[in-house]
T-cell receptor, first 112, second 113 residues
């Protein structure tokens, strides 16, 4: 079952930063935070993940609070192609296989 | 080149029929998965195979039987289809069982009438 809480929907102006929050107050010490997104009628796409340090890659930045109970995904310059449902997932790192439970996510609409 | 492909893309069938969905990945990955996305858009893992060995088997009716003939293929066979089986089924793969990045296929929309 999903262990995260996200707003149902958000809007962002094209070219501006999109900040997507996620609450995971019951996160355990061995659980990572993953972000995926699903563009309409496509399969989900990996964005970024982290444990406790902030992370950045070519797609986005991930800011995790010090107590690890919440995080924010930042898309620095949103484009129309970033319109999608964004999923925040909490899952332990195991050798037996990563079981990702996707919640309802945040539907991000980038407005021209 | 398509990384993870599924066939068919759409499948419409009647209750009680048996159907299969095929999945292939050309990424050289060791681990493959089946997910189900229902009408409320919840995406749940069903099965995971690593090098043809079943490693994750969630609470799924035994009418659903995955088969992995080799590590590049993971097929899903469904017996005695029910209305509640209507959903979008996604296949995915990852480099290894503990990989953080899973690559998803385009999905198969199954409609049971």
């Amino acid at each position: 079952d999903a262990k995260t809480t996200q707003p149902t929907s958000m809007d962002c102006a094209e070219g501006r930063a999109a900040n997507l929050p996620c609450n995971h107050s019951t996160i355990s010490g061995n659980e990572y935070v993953y972000w995926y997104r699903q563009i309409h009628s496509q399969g989900p796409q990996y964005i970024i993940h982290g444990l406790k340090n902030n992370e950045t890659n070519e797609m986005a930045s991930l800011i995790i609070t010090e107590d690890r109970k919440s995080s924010t995904l930042i898309l620095p310059h949103a484009t129309l192609r970033d319109t999608a449902v964004y999923y925040c997932i909490v899952s332990p790192w195991t050798n037996t296989g990563n079981q990702f439970y996707f919640g309802t996510g945040t539907s991000l609409t980038v407005i021209p | 080149d398509t990384a993870v492909s599924q066939t068919p893309k759409y499948l419409v069938t009647q209750m009680g029929n048996d159907k299969s969905i095929k999945c292939e990945q050309n990424l050289g990955h060791d681990t493959m998965y089946w997910y189900k996305q229902d009408s409320k858009k919840f995406l749940k893992i069903m099965f995971s195979y690593n090098n043809k060995e079943l490693i994750i088997n969630e609470t799924v009716p035994n009418r659903f039987s995955p088969k992995s003939p080799d590590k590049a293929h993971l097929n899903l066979h469904i017996n005695s289809l029910e209305l509640g089986d209507s959903a979008v089924y996604f296949c995915a793969s990852s480099r290894a069982r503990a990989s953080y990045e899973q690559y998803f296929g385009p999905g198969t929309r199954l409609t049971v009438t």
